[in-house]
């Protein structure tokens, strides 16, 4: 499958794509453009949008992205609440959702910031949330 979102990627812009990589499509292929070019990309390459305005993988009241792609693809798994609450503190700025939130954020922050291409970036970032979800998967288990 083909997802399409806004280039230079953050928090739910990442997650989204490590949690649809790790739990619905290993071969999932993810394109980065224009804001104003995810809705025709999606049409002419037959790719599903997320994280934009309007569509269902995108923000919904306080949940962001990475909440809709859970509901859609009914992903269950020990630990997974949790890290979606990390998430959605740091992409929302909500960082009362979870002590961890903020520094999900300045973490995003400073890989934004090495000026690498997006693709780069989730290639440099998925060993982040393998190791974020292992914390919360333990966490789950106490």
Known sequence: MRYVTRKRVKVDRVACPWLISR???SEAEFLFVEPG???AVAEREGATPFDVPGVELGHHGAECSFDAVIKKYAIVA???MHLAAIVRGADTDAY????E???????AEGFRDRGVDDHELLRLEFPLYDALYAYCRAKAAE
């Open 101 to 107: 939130a903020a520094g999900l954020q300045a973490i």
């Open 37 to 39: 070019e995810v809705m």
């Open 78 to 80: 020990p630990g997974l």
């Open 23 to 25: 739990f619905v499509d």
């Open 96 to 99: 009362h959702l979870a002590a």
